[in-house]
Nanobody, 121 residues
Framework: VQLQASGGGLVQAGGSLRLSCAVS????????MGWFRQAPGKEREFVAA????????YYAESVKGRFAISRVNAKNTVYLQMNSLKPEDTAVYYC???????????????WGRGTLVTVSS
């Protein structure tokens, strides 16, 4: 399974970005997917996750109400819509496939190359 995240960039505080993660080499419609981020000098942290059906989503408290995860199984793609961005959202964002039932980095695999999001104040 290969994942490729895209859509990062520089945005002012209060702005929006939509990240995409294209998945190949697996049965995407049966994969639970997640987004994580890692800021400089910090550990990788959970952001959001989507059940394979798209009917359930999970969010970190820090992004609830601002970020939304979605997926289009026909396109083998999962998205992360990020609104009301804050400088503390600055990080490299990664997508990954959930292999266990938890929401920590060790519960995910097949990390793609991340995409950098920079939020200026």
């Amino acid at each position: 399974v290969q994942l490729q995240a895209s859509g990062g960039g520089l945005v002012q505080a209060g702005g929006s970005l939509r990240l995409s993660c294209a998945v190949s080499g697996g049965t995407f419609s049966m994969l639970n997917m997640g987004w994580f981020r890692q800021a400089p000098g910090k550990e990788r942290e959970f952001v959001a996750a989507s059940h394979w059906s798209g009917e359930r989503a999970y969010y970190a408290e820090s992004v609830k109400g601002r970020f939304a995860i979605s997926r289009v199984n026909a396109k083998n793609t999962v998205y992360l819509q990020m609104n009301s961005l804050k400088p503390e959202d600055t990080a490299v964002y990664y997508c990954a496939v959930q292999i266990n039932g938890g929401l920590t980095p060790i519960d995910f695999r097949f990390w793609g190359r991340g995409t950098l999001v920079t939020v200026s104040s």
